[in-house]
């Protein structure tokens, strides 16, 4: 059974930081493409970063760029997301997801999703 399960999430004053972490089990996770979403309420789902199986690649949304970092640590089959300088804009839902493939993954059709860990960013 694959599971991803976030955590990390909290609330925090603008200004500050967070790090997500994503645990996985039930796949090969050096196989996948690890990634995040989010989802503020009343808006789609949005992508926000996405890395590759052996780190090479690191992609990062436009809202992000510059304050995120996406890291993972194959060994403990974890992904982690670091959020520094967090404004209410990033308040949301925080969302894991895997996939063999970026394309899939940075589309929103990864094979897997975590249930999410929520971020709340207060001014």
């Known amino acids: 059974q694959v599971q991803l399960v976030e955590s990390g999430g909290g609330l925090v004053q603008a200004g500050g930081s967070l790090r997500l972490s994503c645990a996985t089990s039930?796949?090969?996770?050096?196989?996948?493409?690890m990634g995040w979403f989010r989802q503020a309420p009343g808006k789609e789902r949005e992508f926000v970063a996405a890395?590759?199986?052996?780190?090479?690649?690191?992609n990062y949304a436009e809202s992000v760029k510059g304050r995120c970092t996406i890291s993972r640590d194959n060994a403990n089959n974890t992904v982690y997301l670091q959020i520094n300088s967090l404004n209410p804009e990033d308040t949301a839902m925080y969302y894991c997801?895997?996939?063999?493939?970026?394309?899939?993954?940075?589309?929103?059709?990864?094979?897997?999703w975590g249930p999410g860990t929520q971020v709340t960013v207060s001014s």
């Open positions: 997801a895997a996939d063999t493939l970026l394309v899939e993954l940075k589309a929103g059709r990864a094979d897997y």
């Open positions: 039930g796949v090969t996770f050096s196989r996948y493409v």
């Open positions: 890395i590759s199986q052996m780190s090479g690649i690191r």
